[in-house]
């Protein structure tokens, strides 16, 4: 049994071959009710525990409808509901856990209560979103890149907005996947320096470009996301906006990058912030493909964790 708590942890190989895999059993049920199983039924027998200590629309539902197709069962926690939300520690609760499922699956603030659950749980733990990363995310979007424009080796990736959790997993990639990755945004937003200077390290060419309009030229992919994050103070709000502005995503910013660039947007958006409406339905963007492959790319991510 295998954690998926970062990108940065995984082999490269291994994510290509879960990617690989996501795309194979997605054409394997195409045509087919969203509530047919697969035919090989990977995780008949299993059990699945999904746990939210922050809201969710897209995670949990499509690691419910995954786990069901594979065959398994889940239950789906809140975090504040269980004795983890009054004091029960981190550990403690991944050792029980562990004797009631065969797999967990968290969202939660701090990165050290996932890294502490893996620690202590004797069964896999998939990282559905902390303060500092989403990699499922990230392994949707590479899917979604490459169904529509082939590999993503190369190509150039480019970020307007926070330098955010989902940005940090975006530089984690960056470096697995070998695509060139542009940072566009205010300074005081930048992303992590650890996380960056790690990944130039690694070899991957990540580039910091303050004015919007440079950063987008020749781009493949331009990516944007909320500016105020579900763990960021809802009085950030008015400060984050007006630094911000400037990198809003929309077809003035599109123009510039190359003519058959896709747009992608992990959801849930705030329109006419980070990004217009005219570009989250226009030509460019695929955010719906890609809402939906959230759900392949995690079936193959389970089925790495559990190795079946
Ligand atoms: N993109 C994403 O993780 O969406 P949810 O917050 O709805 O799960
Ligand atoms: N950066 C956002 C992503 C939501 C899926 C947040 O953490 O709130």
């Known amino acids: 049994m295998q954690h998926f708590l970062d990108i940065n942890t995984t082999p490269a190989d291994q994510l290509r071959g879960m990617i690989d895999k996501a795309l194979a059993m997605k054409q394997a049920r195409a045509g087919l009710p969203k509530g047919a199983g697969d035919a090989d039924q990977p995780l008949a027998d299993r059990m699945v525990a999904l746990i939210f200590e922050k809201p969710s629309t897209r995670t949990r539902v499509s690691f419910d409808v995954g ?22 520690t981190i550990a403690d609760t991944a050792r029980v856990l562990s004797r009631y499922v065969d797999m967990i699956m968290i969202r939660t603030f701090e990165e050290a209560t996932l890294l502490e659950m893996a620690e202590y749980a004797t069964v896999p733990v998939i990282n ?12 949707a979007d590479i899917l979604t890149y490459e169904e529509h424009r082939g590999p993503i080796t190369g190509k150039k990736v480019v970020w307007s907005g926070d ?4 940005f940090h997993s975006f530089v984690h990639a960056a470096q697995k996947f070998n695509f060139d990755l542009t940072f566009t945004g205010p300074q005081p937003l930048d992303p992590e320096a650890g996380i960056v200077a790690e990944a130039r390290a690694a070899g991957a060419n990540i580039v910091i470009e303050r004015d919007p309009m440079k950063a987008v030229e020749g781009a493949d992919l331009v990516v944007t996301d909320t500016w105020v994050s579900m763990h960021d103070p809802a009085s950030a709000k008015e400060r984050r906006h007006n630094q911000l502005r400037g990198y809003q995503v929309n077809d003035t910013l599109m123009a510039r990058a190359k003519s058959d660039a896709l747009f992608m947007h992990c959801l849930p958006a705030h329109r006419e912030d980070e990004v ?11 955010i719906f493909d890609e809402a939906e492959n959230r759900l392949h790319a995690q079936k193959a991510v389970m089925r790495w964790c559990l190795g079946v």
């Open 128 to 139: 559905g979103l902390t303060n500092r990363t989403h990699p499922c995310q990230i392994m």
């Open 276 to 286: 217009t409406s005219s570009v989250m339905d226009g030509p460019h963007s695929v």
């Open 67 to 88: 786990v069901r197709q594979m065959g398994g069962q889940t239950m789906v926690l809140s975090g504040a509901d269980m004795q983890l939300g009054h004091g029960e």
């Open 163 to 166: 330098g955010n959790n989902v």
